[in-house]
């Protein structure tokens, strides 16, 4: 059984004050089959991880290197050192503003493992990538480059997030999500073996306390990657609700 999990990424948005937020959170009833994982801005996560009760703080990407000089940038070593235990790699805004490929997120992936964090994996097509009939030889692609062959379901999580739907309000069609759930479940079968059940696949793009329920119900949809609504507690909260009884 595949324990679900609801991930927020709170990207560059939240203050000090925002913690509250994390903390209204954290005082609700922990849900019985669903982790919680919220991944705020570097700068929140040491204090995240004094408000969190049980809900994991994660960091939004880590550099491949340990340490030296790269100005600006985290490593895996610091964000476990600050309490963090999961990180988001290869988000479509850091494949895009960065110009990350899959080699630089599999070598931040194999940076993450190597500080015990849990790696959030995440893959997805463009417009114009879904209106080519690109997607799944796309996202084949990125899950053979972004995934180094030691992955498992314990230290790896996969987001599917078509770059079309962040932050737009837009969301795939079911039969849309379900196609490429399953292809990545097939994918990740035919390389990993039995292993490939282990992983979780999140959804993740303008998910919403009114569309959660729908979303959850496709297989192999294990849980959410939340950006907007899950900067606010009561948004997040319903939808962590919608996904543990689903
Ligand atoms: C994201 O950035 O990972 C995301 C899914 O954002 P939103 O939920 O705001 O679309």
Redesign the pocket.
Same mark, same amino acid.
């Not at 959410?224 to 899950?230: E, F, K």
């Given at each position: 059984m595949r324990r679900k999990l609801a991930a927020g990424?709170w &990207?560059m948005n939240g203050l000090g004050a925002d913690l509250a937020e994390l903390e209204r959170l954290a005082a609700a009833p922990a849900p019985s089959q669903t982790g919680r994982l919220i991944c705020p801005p570097a700068t929140l996560i040491s204090r995240a991880t004094l408000v969190a009760g049980d809900i994991a703080i994660g960091g939004q990407d880590c550099h491949a290197a340990q340490s030296g000089a790269h100005t600006g940038d985290i490593s895996a070593e610091m964000l476990a050192d600050c309490g963090a235990s999961a990180v %988001?790699l290869g988000?479509? @805004?850091r494949r895009e503003d960065h110009g990350e490929t899959d080699a630089t997120v599999a070598a931040k992936v194999a940076a993450a493992w190597s500080e015990g964090l849990l790696a959030v994996v995440?893959i997805g097509e463009s417009l114009a990538q879904r209106d080519a009939g690109e997607t799944l030889a796309l996202i084949g692609s990125q899950l053979a480059g972004s995934l180094p062959d030691t992955a498992t379901g314990a230290n790896t999580v996969i =987001?599917y @997030?078509p770059i079309w =739907? %962040? !932050?737009? !309000?837009r969301i795939p069609t079911l039969e849309q999500i379900n196609e490429v759930h399953e292809f990545i479940r097939t994918t990740l079968t035919d390389r990993f073996g039995g292993e490939g059940h282990a992983f979780r696949i999140l959804y /993740? /793009?303008?998910? &919403?306390p009114e569309n959660a329920s729908e979303i959850f119900s496709v297989a192999n949809v294990d849980g =959410?990657?939340? /950006? /907007? =609504?899950?900067l606010k507690a009561d948004d997040f909260q319903a939808i962590i609700d919608a996904l543990d009884a689903a």
């Open positions: 990424n &990207k %988001i988000h479509s @805004e995440c =987001a @997030e =739907a %962040i !932050g737009t !309000g /993740g /793009g303008s998910v &919403k =959410a990657l939340v /950006g /907007g =609504a899950s």
